[in-house]
């Protein structure tokens, strides 16, 4: 089973750059077709699909936060990180990494960041 887990700063200030790390285990982050996802919900809204880095590195983002985001990874660490830059108040709410395959998932427990001054 694939676990995850998701690190970085609670509070970033405005204009700043979020940067969060997602730890995975039971799974190398190469192997083949997986894909490795960052989703976000803001309070009171529904879940944001922000983008996904292949197993082979390649990544897409979703047109709502493709100027402001991207994704890499730390193949020596089994890692991907987010880096969302040029945050606003309305970036505040709970960050999950996921990974994907073949119709199946699993999420991380999600960590919330806070955009405030």
């Known amino acids: 089973q694939v676990q995850l887990q998701e690190s970085g700063p609670g509070l970033v200030k405005p204009s700043q750059t979020l940067s969060l790390t997602c730890a995975v285990s039971?799974?190398?982050?190469?192997?083949?077709?997986?894909?490795w996802s960052w989703i976000r919900q803001p309070p009171g809204k529904g879940l944001e699909w922000m983008g996904v880095i292949g197993y082979d590195g390649s990544t897409y983002y979703s047109p709502s936060f493709k100027s402001r985001t991207s994704i890499s990874r730390d193949t020596s660490e089994n890692q991907f990180s987010l880096q969302l830059s040029s945050v606003t108040p309305e970036d505040t709410g709970v960050y999950y990494c996921?990974?994907?395959?073949w119709g199946r998932g699993f999420w991380g427990q999600g960590t919330q960041v806070t955009v405030s001054s």
């Open positions: 039971g799974e190398s982050i190469t192997t083949t077709y997986y894909g």
């Open positions: 996921a990974s994907e395959r």
